[in-house]
């Protein structure tokens, strides 16, 4: 059964729900430092001395509140834009925030890389936000599940936080999924202004209110609350966060708020709101009604709240002079921090020499010991993903065989390592990508599977959004490195559309992601060992048709191997070609040389095989066709704007004068895989295909 939904209703018997005079004094200055900071902001857009602006306005009381049940520092936080309030209930400072404002250089939270109410201070807790709608959500799922898993005796929670338009989003269903599967401590905080933009809330959510909409969810705590009422919001994330803590599981509240200003400074709310809708918001302003209370109530007298307002005013005031002296970030520092300057995987720290031992193995079974050996060796290397464990039935492991993977890559870990280390997860690749985040951010090592490369697609927010920009966007503040191993490619007959495509490419053009895709046992092995040991996110692009090719077998390296990003492997010496590739045409093209070699004698073609291709190996690339004046690119992904198109580009830009003939590329034809085993062959390249533009490009 769901948890009841419970009203947050006041308790006679605890005036101020135990609030102090200090507490509510607290959430006062809160309340109007982020209201006047608001107004500070408009001002200085209308004056063209900061370039956005997005207000809290309507939401400071629910936003106090919550920065009263959080602990500092314990808990974490995920805000989203309008979270200025709670953010300054953290810790977070007026000043900070408006050299946010103004994008200087020395802005705390992204170094002026964020536009406005874009939160981060790892000092606090508060993780980094972005601007997509709802994707925090699974992200704090993940955050979540480090907290018990670094700390199981603990009573951390992590409060994730968005407006009622962010629950249409699929990934705030996937998040209340996975926290209830596994009775996670979150707590959901629905910022409620009942408009998305220009769209009204009965147009947005099924009756208007997301609550009832989320009963079917087991062990999930419901709770309403007026959000412009502080001691009425506390009650219910007083309740929550003490749901949370207990170990209950997870807690969603539903905060009733207003919006008494357009959504931004680039909306105008009387295009679609009239004059009486914004007038009945106007009579809920927390602004007005919470100072109106503390008199009334004796808290605080006139004179009191007077000088509350003027330090206040006196702090923005103060602040704005300093920040507008503020210098933008300096030039030359826009690639910084794409990439971690701890670890850097293309270094010599990654090259090491293979300590060869036992009989040759499969490429797939090298991934497996390669996994079982980096998890013996750091504990904070977790594996899940769809089907990764060997039973889902923990309790049944010694009556089964186990699955351990579709391709049987993860075979035995959960039954070596046990389930709190490799575990399933429901399909919603979105919610793997976005809990490995989650968990990345909090020191742990997620090495997560998607099943299919030809459903990476749902995850693609969270990848190119959030993983590949985390550090960046945040300053270096925050980060995620992680592994995300993905089965890519066809060659394996009856795939068809939905189990044989490539797109790597579409990987690539992501500024901040590591993206590597071995050919071989003895490079997957090396590869994934650098992959999980170096500090950014990567995408290990792992061919289905190589894991149990007789050809590519290796024996084990040993426990230690490395191999850097960045360095190619030359297949084949050679003097009359370079020939460029990567994944399953590196066989086919070797065969496609050997066939030429054998017609042509007097000609030999390098065969270079770049291993990882974010970044790839353009050194030896370069020194290759100036030595031989030609170049083919092959690869399987379909042939326009593919990754050749990238090297091709760059060598006629760089080694025109070395050329000796146009540069040539052949991949696939550009529609996707078919089913019929005729019909595959003709849309993949195949080794008579390379072989005959080896040809053409020697007798040009």
């Known amino acids: 059964m769901s948890a009841p939904l419970s009203p947050a209703i006041a308790s006679a018997s605890q005036p101020y729900e135990g609030l102090s005079r200090h507490d509510l004094i607290r959430a006062c200055r809160a309340i109007q430092l982020s209201r006047r900071l608001d107004d500070r902001e408009i001002m200085l857009k209308r004056q063209n001395r900061i370039f956005f602006q997005v207000s809290a306005a309507g939401h400071e ?69 972005s601007s997509p709608t709802g994707t925090q ?58 408009w998305a933009i220009s769209v009204p809330v009965e147009k947005q959510t099924p009756g208007g209110d997301i609550l009832p909409l989320a009963a079917g969810f087991p062990g999930l705590l419901r709770l309403e609350a007026d959000g412009c009422d502080v001691i009425d919001s506390y009650r219910a994330l007083r309740q929550a966060f003490q749901h949370c803590r207990a170990g209950q599981g997870p807690a969603l509240v539903r905060a009733n708020v207003i919006r008494p200003y357009s959504h931004s400074l680039s909306d105008d709310e009387t295009q679609y709101k009239t004059k009486a809708q914004i007038e009945e918001d106007s009579r809920r302003d927390c602004a007005i009604r919470f100072p109106e209370f503390l008199l009334r109530e004796g808290i605080l007298d006139p004179h009191g709240l007077q000088l509350l307002f003027h330090e206040v005013e006196q702090e923005i005031q103060q602040a704005t002079d300093r920040v507008l002296r503020e210098p933008p970030p300096e030039p030359g520092s826009a690639l910084r921090f794409l990439y971690s300057e701890k670890a850097n995987p293309t270094s010599q720290d990654f090259d090491t ?44 492991l010694d009556q089964v065989k186990g699955k351990g993977g579709v391709f049987k890559a993860t075979l035995n870990l959960q039954r070596r390592f046990g389930p709190e280390r490799c575990f399933n997860t429901p399909i919603a690749e979105a919610a793997i990508a976005g ?76 500024p901040g992601l590591r993206v590597a895709m071995p050919s071989s046992a003895l490079d997957a092995c090396g590869l994934l060992r650098t992959a999980v040991r170096c500090d950014d996110p990567v995408l290990f692009l792992e061919h289905k048709k190589l894991y149990r090719e007789a050809y590519n077998r290796s024996p084990h390296p040993g426990p230690d191997y490395l191999i850097p990003f960045g360095k190619a492997r030359i297949v084949k010496a050679g003097a009359n070609l370079t020939l460029v590739t990567y994944g399953a045409t590196v066989q086919k093209s070797l065969q496609g040389v050997l066939q030429v070699e054998q017609k042509f004698p007097e000609a030999t073609v390098e065969l270079i095989d770049l291993r990882t291709l974010a970044p790839y190996d353009w050194e030896s690339i370069a020194a290759s066709v100036t030595k031989t004046s030609r170049l083919l690119i092959v690869h399987e992904d379909v042939l326009s704007f593919g990754f050749g198109a990238e090297i091709a580009a760059r060598v006629a830009d760089e080694l025109f004068d070395c050329l000796d003939a146009p540069v040539r590329r052949l991949a696939a034809l550009d529609t996707w895989v078919g089913y019929s085993p005729s019909l595959e062959d003709e849309i993949l390249p195949q080794t008579a295909g390379i072989a005959r533009e080896i040809e053409r490009l020697l007798r040009y």
């Open 435 to 510: 809990r490995a985040i989650g968990m990345a951010t909090r020191g742990l090592k997620p090495v997560a599977e998607i099943q299919f490369f030809d459903y990476l697609w749902p995850a693609m927010m969270q990848i190119r959004d959030e993983m590949a920009t985390l550090r960046w966007r945040s300053n270096n503040g925050f980060s995620c490195p992680l592994v995300l191993r993905v089965p890519i490619g066809g060659y394996l007959t009856g795939g068809a559309i939905y189990h044989s495509q490539c797109g790597e490419v579409l990987l690539t053009h992501i």
């Open 61 to 129: 009381a629910v936003q106090a509140a919550a920065g009263l049940a959080v602990r500092t520092g314990h808990d974490w936080v995920y805000p989203y834009y309008r979270d200025r309030a709670l953010c300054l209930m953290h810790g977070v400072t007026a000043e900070q925030m408006l050299l946010q404002a103004v994008g200087a250089g020395s802005d705390p939270a992204s170094g002026g890389r964020q536009m406005p109410s874009h939160w981060s201070s790892p000092d606090l807790n508060i993780v980094s936000a």
């Open 137 to 194: 959500y699974l992200q704090a799922v993940g955050c979540a599940h480090a907290s018990r898993y670094l700390n199981p005796a603990g009573n951390e929670v992590t409060l994730v936080c968005s407006g009622e338009g962010a629950t249409s989003e699929g990934e705030f269903w996937e998040a209340l999924s996975a926290a209830c599967l596994d009775k996670l401590p979150v707590v959901f905080l629905v910022e409620d202004n009942g």
């Open 353 to 396: 020499e293979p300590q060869f031992s036992g009989d040759p193995r499969t490429m797939v079974d090298t991934i497996n010991l390669t996994l079982a050996e980096e998890m013996t060796r750091d504990s904070r290397i977790i594996v899940f993903g769809e089907d990764v464990a060997d039973c889902g039935y923990p309790e049944n």
